[in-house]
């Protein structure tokens, strides 16, 4: 039934929700309307020109070019959580082990690394044992051993290295990246986040979208569930053909729309109703790319059948298909005690999945389109932890840990920056959070202070006031 009517005496035609105006919408818009015409004989003409962005009421996802040729078409993060030791895995330090058992500038009892660094690759870089397989792609790499962060409390860290924000909730980096510059595949999520088990510190703010529009929030896919149907808890809807379930999510629209021409769009309606997009196009797309079982037996053997393995693999086939921003969680290496141990077998989970990923894209022809990122939140300390332990770990430190890069946009067998002898601190071309994310977004196209959305009216952007491209790393 149609809510347009003619006027019995005029003939205009009218819709049927202009009759349902209450007295406070319409002084709200009268009041509007009334300053809006005192603004504008304030304002120069070409300050009420919509600045650059997605164009309102077109595809918000659909493909974007950057204002600058990046590199990058797409970002595949390793989100290395709970904060790997530096000094035993990228961050060599000989002066450590032989101060080993004893006291050193007051801060602890000195603790060697276990493991040996050789180098490795044309480039010659240092490289831990414990990843003897990852090391031979160093040539591809700008490793970055002068990374440091605000605050060593994992929940803080963790959400700070995704969205650059220690207080308040804001879009994170994958949201950025899709609010930028849409997506390529319009039947999957730009911004996919590959788990294993339950939520990461700090939640949902790691891969949500904040004040930016639901759209560019990242969908989260736990990758141990045994199957693609279970991956994607209810991707095909047992009751409803497609066409019924595009009617429904038809007239959802209708009905938003509707109370936003009456009233003002509702945010958390506008994410859910995003999500059922989103849900709707990926029926048949996502049973395709995360199931690994397509692949060939060579390949999947060359990831491993381990969790991350999976992951990697999956994450491959994402980026393939068009996702601009995967981002991978390995977490666990939060190692306060039994650090040999531990270390080891966390390594070992990661060694021989990471090195077949960087393999694969590079014979695919991906690696020089995507910018593929390892770190964790912040770094170790060189002492032994002080709980005293029998087989010790180490305690946090946000004053310095590694972070590397390869592919789209970087400068491969390289080292940057540098930590004191002992690997407490960073001192030389120390490189801040908001300098790395600064580094992501140039490879992909951006000038990162220029990638702007309005809130709270204000310009808002993933690196706040701060943030200074690595220079040195780039190609």
Known sequence: MSNHHAHPCCGISTN?????????????RVGLGLGALSLATLLDPMDLIAA?????????LAPRPPPFAGKAKSVIHIFAQGAPSQVDTWDPKPALTRMNGKTIGGDGVAMGSPFAFKPMGRS??????LFSNIGQHVDDMAVIRSMYTDIPAHEVATVFMN????RITKPSLGSWVVYGLGTENQNLPGFISLRTGGLPPG????????????????????????????????????????????????FVHQLDELQARNLQRDAALETRLQSYETAFRMQTEATDAFDIMKETPEVRI???????????????????RGVRFVQVWHDGWDHHQDLEERITKKAGEIDQPLAALMTDLKQ??????????????FGRKATKDKNGYDTPGRDHNARAFTTWMAGGGIKGGVVHGATDEFGQEAIQDKVHV?????????????????????????????TDVAGNIVQPVLA
């Open 163 to 166: 969205t650059g924000s220690l």
């Open 203 to 250: 939640g949902a703010a790691n891969y949500g979208s904040s004040f930016l529009p639901g759209v560019y929030q990242g969908s989260s896919i736990n990758t141990q569930a045994p199957s693609v149907q279970q991956m994607i808890q209810n991707i095909r809807n047992q009751y409803l053909g497609k066409g019924e379930q595009r009617r429904q999510i038809d």
């Open 52 to 60: 650059p962005g997605p164009t309102p009421n077109l595809n918000p």
């Open 364 to 377: 695919r022809g991906l690696l020089d389109s995507t910018l593929v990122v390892w770190g964790g939140e």
């Open 434 to 462: 908001h300098d790395l994310h600064a580094t992501i977004l140039h490879c992909l196209g951006f000038d990162h202070t220029k990638l702007t959305y309005r809130f709270n009216g204000r310009d808002s952007r993933l």
């Open 302 to 320: 060359a990831y491993g059948n381990t969790a991350q393995g999976k992951q990697l693999l999956i994450a491959r086939r994402l980026v393939e």
């Open 16 to 28: 049927l929700e202009d009759y349902f105006l209450t007295r406070r919408q319409f002084l709200n």
């Open 124 to 129: 010659g870089i240092e490289v831990s044992e």
